[in-house]
């Protein structure tokens, strides 16, 4: 009697292993979802035991800080704060007496404050100035990158150079400072840089298409180098992106909208330093803030331009007192 032929055994053989293979790729599959939930969980609770009993501020006592913008609004009203914790200072912005003069104030309370003038539209003064700065006070713990301008015109009657203006304050020199000073804190294995971004960032506003995109593109940058960082372990640095809506006073100060009102200056410093003292990677000022991106993703995009339009935000209200382009 022929024994059967080995070829029809090897297929039978493989048609077996095909759904045992499938099984265990469906398990994989199962037990990497199971580890997935149960991490996102526990930085869900981590979050929430972090809502209900906050962190304690960290120790800036000595630290040099330096900030952008600082001779006026949020960044001027940053380092005062700063300075009264003892921070030493280092001032940048394109306003040499705004600056000075604010150096003089904390100077004459006792502060450590030194004042530079940098346009920080020009990468090649900007390098040159961080480079002064390193050799007169040495290295840099914490980065506020806050200098910002617009031009609060529609696109359109928008001239190129303003434009490119607007992203090389608001974006461009946010890298280069971020490049020149980061590695320097990856050695050290301690440091901190702040991008100030904006609520604009998130949500479009009528007449402010480069502002807005600038902002935007801020956001991506600060959330794709936490990424870098986390690949590379880079304990002890830490990345914060600060979202706050306008505030009263600033660029913005005659600008209205029904919702949000605008920010109290002393409520939003307060909230943004603590969120920085704490570490915290994103801060929304307000804090609801933070649920907007959230909503305008669910709703219809007819159904959140209307809610811009009532809150006075879609429309041309928001920019009618707007006094022109200003740096802050």
């Known amino acids: 009697m022929a024994e059967p032929e080995g070829e029809p055994l090897e297929n039978h053989n493989s048609d077996n292993s095909l759904p045992l293979g499938y099984f265990f790729h469906c398990l994989s599959l199962l037990i990497e979802m199971i580890v997935l939930f149960c991490r996102m969980l526990y930085h869900v609770l ?9 962190a304690s501020p960290k120790y800036v006592y000595g ?3 330096l900030i952008t913008g600082s001779a006026n609004g949020l960044g001027r009203l940053l380092a005062q704060e700063f300075a009264r914790r003892g921070a030493q200072l280092v001032l940048l912005d394109i306003d040499i007496e705004g600056n000075k003069l604010l150096a ?3 100077c004459s309370k006792g502060r450590s404050a030194h004042a530079y003038y940098c346009d920080l539209s020009r990468k090649t003064d900007l390098y040159s100035v961080i480079a002064q700065i390193k050799r007169d006070i ?5 980065l506020i990158n806050n200098a910002a301008t617009l031009s609060g015109k529609p696109v359109l009657q928008c001239s190129d150079s303003a434009i490119e203006k607007v992203f090389e304050v608001n974006t ?6 971020t490049k020149a000073l980061l590695p320097d804190m990856l050695n050290r294995k301690q440091g901190h840089v702040v991008n100030i971004a904006s609520l604009a960032g998130f949500v479009g506003v009528n007449g402010l298409a480069d502002y807005c995109a600038s902002k935007s593109a801020i956001i991506g940058f600060t ?12 304990t002890g640095v830490h990345l914060s992106l600060v979202c706050p809506s306008y505030m009263e006073e600033g ?3 005659q600008c ?3 919702f949000p009102a605008p920010l109290k200056s002393e409520r939003a410093v307060k909230m943004i330093l603590q969120g920085i003292l704490t570490n915290q990677k994103r801060i929304f000022v307000p804090w609801y803030a933070q649920y907007i991106p959230a909503v305008k993703s669910v709703l219809p995009v007819s159904a959140f331009t209307a809610l811009l339009d009532f809150s006075g935000g879609g429309g041309v209200s928001f920019l009618r007192n707007f006094k022109g382009p200003r740096k802050s």
Do not use: N
């Open 251 to 253: 660029m913005f100060a």
């Open 104 to 106: 003089e104030e904390l």
């Open 172 to 177: 461009m020199a946010y890298i280069w400072l």
């Open 223 to 234: 959330e794709a180098l936490g990424y870098e960082l986390k690949q590379m372990k880079a």
């Open 63 to 65: 630290r040099t800080v």
């Open 46 to 54: 981590c979050s929430l035991y972090r809502f209900v009993f906050p």
């Open 256 to 258: 209205k909208s029904r």
């Open 138 to 142: 040495g290295h840099v713990d914490i």
